[in-house]
């Protein structure tokens, strides 16, 4: 017979249960389909995934060095996972780098809807003459730019500028156009170009009036280029909710709210399969490509830079959303595939019906999602001897292409330690945290990120007697820099380390303080 104390504990851990396990602590429930205003939030369970399943990938991650800002899992039109990594959270935007191409995408099957294009044959020389100047871009097609087809003689990320279209008449063509599939963002940003050009509009605006305002979508940034022009292929900044709007039309047939946004044509069309990828580009292994939609052996996808995701399962009736700070698995397609998606979301689908209840997955799933976003204080060992030597003296640093004139660390107290750095015309002071947690401090100029400012994140910790360890992030930006200090007598070496790119500075210490 149970004892009143028993019968109490009992029905709190049922209550408390309940409650980890309701969408409400996920997000707000609608009695409507999706897509509302909100998301509809389900557990895994109720939309046939096994809870389980994914708390295992996400202790796998907890524990690995992948590093994700988001992930969110919508199935059969509810959000059954979502996750944000410190200092993330729902209401960030996030630079999709060159998943942003499939949002241009959209925006060209919006343009031959409203009649501002009239066909994907009509050539770029139309458009723009004065930058063709040579026979062979005169046959460029707009159907050649969507499928990276256009045959100009170009190097991804090494070339030129491909936000500037003066790069255009100054790049040779390579292939006869319609040939050979080059990746090639300077092509997106040429038809950010053409659609401000017959629109009368620049592509923000026009992107507002048909695609983001009719989706609910007003929290996002878009940089636009030296030319003028918003960048075509890379740089729209979306929170991953409005990322999964985004996906969540395109597995609708471009249907929102009753209305046809994007034609559903043109969704069809688009990611079906248009041209092949070579297999020598080892990054892309496996994939076809469509209209700017790159194209798995089911589904499609919107991929960028860094492990930036938008993932359409039409016949899992899924979508797939990641932010992340990419290396390794997360920003290579097939080791993404086999790392995450294949061997744990669409294992996690077991069928098409409910699952019964798994209260305990559920808990164990919904406190480490909540671990992740608002992560435990560690605990600080004690500063090593160097902290007080090199705390507030500033060190003078060798001329360099980064334009950092010079430092100081001022330790403070036990939790919390203040970097200030010189550059060549501002003085920045990040608050760096010593307990695990990241600190965030504000700056009114940007660092080529925000363009109204940023916001940067610190955390940091001494590994071994002199070296500090320095995780540095510009909330919204892919790339994570690590800093290492080493100091000796005097000297300072200062090590960033960004995507596999290093660079090492050296330093002095002021005398006479």
């Known amino acids: 017979m149970k004892t009143p104390k028993t019968g109490l504990r009992l029905l709190l851990l049922s209550t408390f249960i309940g409650l980890w396990c309701s969408p409400i602590l996920l997000g707000q429930t609608s009695s409507h389909s999706w897509p509302v205003e909100s998301l509809r939030v389900s557990t895994p369970e109720e939309q046939g995934m096994d809870s389980g399943t994914l708390l295992e990938m ?69 458009f723009f003459p004065e930058y063709v100047d040579e026979p062979q871009k005169k046959d460029i097609s707009l159907r050649d730019m969507l499928t990276m087809t256009a045959g100009l003689d170009w190097m991804e990320d090494s070339g030129p500028s491909p936000y500037d279209l003066g790069n255009w008449k100054r790049l040779p063509m390579k292939d006869k156009p319609g040939t ?23 592509t923000r605006d026009f992107a507002d009036e048909y695609l983001f305002q009719p989706l609910g ?10 030319d003028g022009y918003y960048h075509g292929g890379s740089d729209i ?46 990054y892309a292994t496996g994939l076809n490509y469509g209209y700017w939609w790159w194209l798995p052996p089911k589904g499609y996808m919107a991929w960028g830079a860094g492990g930036q995701y938008i993932i359409v399962r039409p016949d899992l009736n899924l979508v797939v959303v990641i932010t992340a700070n990419g290396r390794d698995k997360i920003n290579l397609y097939k080791g993404f595939m086999e790392s995450f998606l294949e061997n744990n979301i669409i294992h996690a689908i077991k069928g098409s019906r409910p699952l019964p209840p798994n209260p305990k997955a559920c808990v164990g799933l919904s406190a480490l999602v909540r671990k992740l976003e608002y992560p435990d204080a560690r605990p600080i060992p004690s500063l090593p001897t160097t902290a007080s030597k090199v705390s507030k003296r500033n060190y003078i640093l060798e001329a360099n292409d980064l334009g950092f004139k010079s430092f100081i660390l001022a330790f403070k107290n036990k939790d919390e330690s203040l970097w200030q750095l010189q550059m060549d015309k501002e003085t920045v002071r990040y608050r760096v945290g010593l307990d695990g947690r990241y600190r965030i401090s504000r700056i009114d100029f940007s660092m080529g990120v925000n363009p ?3 916001q940067i994140a610190c955390k940091g910790y001494w590994r071994g007697d002199d070296t500090f360890h320095i995780e540095y992030h510009i909330i919204g930006d892919p790339s994570k820099q690590i800093v290492e200090i080493i100091f000796a007598g005097d000297s300072a070496k200062v090590h960033i380390s960004t995507f596999g790119m290093d660079t090492m500075m050296n330093g002095k210490a002021e005398t006479g303080e």
Do not use: C
């Not at 960030?92 to 780098?97: E, F, G």
């Not at 090639?184 to 050009?197: D, P, R, Y």
């Open 58 to 126: 996400f202790s796998r991650i907890q524990s690995s060095q992948d590093d994700f800002h988001s992930l969110l899992i919508i199935k059969n039109g509810y959000l059954v996972t979502e996750a944000y990594w410190a200092p993330y959270n729902r209401n960030t935007p996030h630079n999709v780098k060159s998943a942003s191409k499939s949002i241009m995408s959209a925006l060209t099957g919006i343009a031959l809807k409203q009649k501002y294009l009239k066909s994907l044959e009509q050539k770029v020389a139309e």
């Open 180 to 202: 050979r599939f080059e990746y090639n963002t300077m092509l997106t940003h040429m038809m950010s170009a053409i659609v401000t050009k017959v629109s009368g509009t620049n």
């Open 217 to 226: 979508i007003t929290d996002y940034q878009w940089t636009k280029g030296e």
């Open 237 to 282: 900044f979306l929170t991953p909710r409005d990322m999964a709007k985004f996906g969540y039309l395109y597995l609708n047939n471009g249907l929102w709210k009753g209305k046809q946004i994007v034609p559903e044509k043109w969704v069809r069309e688009s990611t079906a399969k248009a041209v092949t990828i070579p297999s020598e580009l080892l």
């Open 452 to 454: 109204d400012g940023e």
